[in-house]
């Protein structure tokens, strides 16, 4: 039988263990969000840095309602294989910069007990978009948000992002603990204000004394975080176990790319994430703006385009001669709505972006992008299309991308195949749509979703009908004859100039 890995020293040369003795460190950092994204950048990024610069920074990963991470992660010593893949080929490190791998249902006293400990300086978060309860329209709470309900309730025995922080920083204040730093690393735009935000506004609903304590004393750094992490399969399992000669049912896999800009204000200090590659700035926001709609959108984009027109992974879309052409094209326009970035070519972004997407070693699901479509449309697509609209610049790039997710949204294939949206408004679209029939009706039902589209949208014609005459020949000629048609007839230039 193959022995389980929980040691550094079971692992063969070229597997590279943690440069240090993992034991030696003591916790720093609470993460929130224990997913094979965080173990895949953040948790990477701390282990290089404590082999560099060494320090109490490891990280107890949390888990809000699964036990799956922390059943894996725990009988390893919170080791786990990282298997990096980019056209070269592959190789696995181990990593060690896991401290306690916990799930709120299973180990609550211990996750609250290493909040309010001072060690704790740090409590980052990967818990995607859906799992803030943002109320868009407000920035506030969002109260049918199940976890926002649920702790606006019962504040005392939060079980949400909002109700554990707000609960931690209150207790911490009591005390006269230094609040953490909180650092949001999920693909929103300005995350660290978006968090503040949030948590300014539930503590003003349910603890009134702390809120103007979070607005002014608590720092929540904006972050960029880049990576391609496809969901963990067996054959990841598998290609760990050759790599090691190990069981490891925590590993995963990813690009070697990677990338991570983040605001410099840690006031009780940080790993050397700089020395492990971090790019620290004064303003994250306009590389979080490149980033979210440059890669996210056009993702987005080629998730929805490419799983209606039979594409299941990443790297077919990219095989294919029409969708290349509309993800230039849109790389290209959501390029001309970015602020100059100094010393950044966004030509060259876009051709490494297409690149990186077309790995061929990386299996990474159109359907996987495609989910929490509802949660993500906005600062990819959207906010792009609205500041396009405002500089005279064409549209028809996000029309067609917004035209993609619209028919995704009918949750049919072609051939009248269903699969399920997988989006937390999932109920409320189909419900909406249920006697809606043409292409004119469902851009108007779902241009009215709150929320969702911002009103310089909804009020401009051009753009309703460029969505409607794009959603119509998807429907009418299937996906496949509208992504075809579509290339055709998109201009030259506009496709050519990032190639
Ligand atoms: C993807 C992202 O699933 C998605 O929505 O667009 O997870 C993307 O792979 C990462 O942001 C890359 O850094």
Known sequence: MTDRLSHPDQLPENVAPPSYTPADHGPGIVHIGLGAFHKAHQAVYTDTALGLHGGDWRIIGVSLRSPEAAGELAPQNGLYTLIERDMQGSSARVIGSIAAALCLPDDRQSILDALVSPATRIVS?????KGYGIDRTT????????AIAADLATPEAPIGVAGLLVWALAQRRAQGTPPFTVLCCDNLPENGPMLRELLVDFARRTAPDIAEHIATEVAFPATMVDRITPARNADTLAAAREMTGLEDAAAIETERFTQWVIEDHFPKGRPAWDAAGAIFVQDVAPFEMMKLRMLNGTHSMLAWCGFLSGHRYVRDVMRNAALVGLIRRHLHA??????ALPDVDLGAYADALATRFANPHL????YQIAM???EKLPQRILAAAVDAQAAGLPLRAFAFATAGWMRYALARHDNGDEYGLRD????EIAAALSDVESAAEIVKTLSALPGV????????AQWQAEVTEVLDAMIALGMKEAIRRE???SPGPEVAKVS
Request: glycine share 4%.
């Open 125 to 129: 978060l990967t818990v995607t978009e």
């Open 139 to 146: 920035g506030g709470v969002d109260i049918t948000h199940p």
């Open 334 to 339: 959501a390029a001309a709505t970015l602020p």
């Open 363 to 366: 299996a990474h699901e159109t």
């Open 372 to 374: 929490d479509s509802t």
């Open 424 to 427: 937390p408004r999932e109920a």
């Open 453 to 460: 589209f911002p009103e310089t949208l909804r009020q401009d």
């Open 487 to 489: 290339a055709s007839a």
